[in-house]
């Protein structure tokens, strides 16, 4: 069976967020906000901007798309207690009768969602079942691992960790969603192992929103790993500058990126500047020929 890549909707990178992590956990969330075309963007903007409040998730859902804001291997801030989970975001208002998760924006959304969490459980080794409270104690006892892990709400994590009091996603129909889940992995394994031909890789820094630029290097400095910083410093040499050059490296950064011309390791570092760290490590490996260079994080 081939392998499952993780999701890789476009990127609008959050202000705020941890270090490193192992995804062995899926909890889903409620924005408080319409669930309609543009609402994914317009709450990852909110996390991206300088205005962002201490808080953040790994993807925002909305009907027409889904959008990632912190990277799988990067600690998000979204349930007070969220070492080695993913936090998944559904646009919801969280408010009206529970049926409002069966409308036709809902459905379309879920269909997103139920394909992302299939695609992070198949990818990391998650089992793709619901957990109770007691099982989510006992993956917290048992160290975290993907092996024990599975799909939980919020309020889950409220209940049995109490770093928070938040009860979202209200009204969520959790067991349809974990059966959607299934069919979404049974398509992806089926797929899988019939050969396709593939469609051409967009260049992974296009990925990023368009018109996204470096303002600042202090994410490299930071979070980024020994690696991060060692393609920091070669793009310095590469363009005659030291790494203290700062404004200088980033003006850089953003003109090469302008005109197509960021070459491994600048790409790598632009990456790197914005908290994506799998997408920085996977152009430096691609660089030094561990492996080929793909779309997405596979
Ligand atoms: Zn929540």
């Not at 192992?193 to 820094?205: A, E, L, R, Y």
Request: charged content about 20%.
């Amino acid at each position: 069976m081939s392998k499952i890549a993780p999701p890789a909707p476009p990127m609008i990178p959050a202000r705020h967020h941890g270090g490193a992590q192992t995804p062995a956990l899926i909890v889903m969330h409620g924005t408080v906000s319409p669930c309609r075309k543009g609402n994914a963007r317009s709450v990852a903007n909110w996390w991206h901007g300088t205005s962002s409040p201490d808080t953040s998730a790994h993807y925002v859902a909305d009907p027409g798309e889904s959008v990632q804001c912190v990277g799988d291997h990067t600690e998000a801030y979204h349930c007070g207690y969220n070492l080695n989970s993913i936090g998944y975001e559904l646009s919801d208002p969280e408010t009206g009768a529970a049926s409002r998760w069966e409308d036709a924006d809902h459905k379309a959304m879920l269909a997103i969602a139920a394909v992302d969490v299939a695609r992070l459980c198949l990818a990391y080794g998650i089992p793709i079942r619901r957990l109770s409270n007691a099982q989510l104690a006992a993956w917290d006892k048992g160290g975290k691992k993907p092996k024990d892990g599975g799909i939980v709400s919020h309020r889950q994590m409220s209940t049995v960790f109490k770093k928070s009091t938040h009860t979202d996603p209200i009204g969520f129909p959790m067991a349809a969603f974990v059966k959607q889940v299934k069919a979404a992995a049974a398509d992806l394994q089926k797929g899988a192992s019939t050969p396709v031909s593939k469609p051409k890789p967009k260049d992974p820094v296009d990925t990023l929103a368009p018109g996204e630029k470096v303002t600042s290097l202090a994410q490299i400095n930071q979070h980024g790993s020994a690696r991060e910083k060692a393609a920091l410093a070669q793009f310095a040499k590469n363009q005659g500058l030291k790494v203290t050059q700062t404004g200088e490296l980033i003006r850089r950064l953003n003109v090469l990126r302008a005109e197509g011309k960021l070459g491994d390791t600048g790409r790598a570092v632009f990456y790197a500047a914005h908290g994506w760290h799998e997408k920085a490590l996977d152009e430096l490996d691609a660089r030094d020929g561990k492996k080929a260079a793909t779309p997405g994080k596979a």
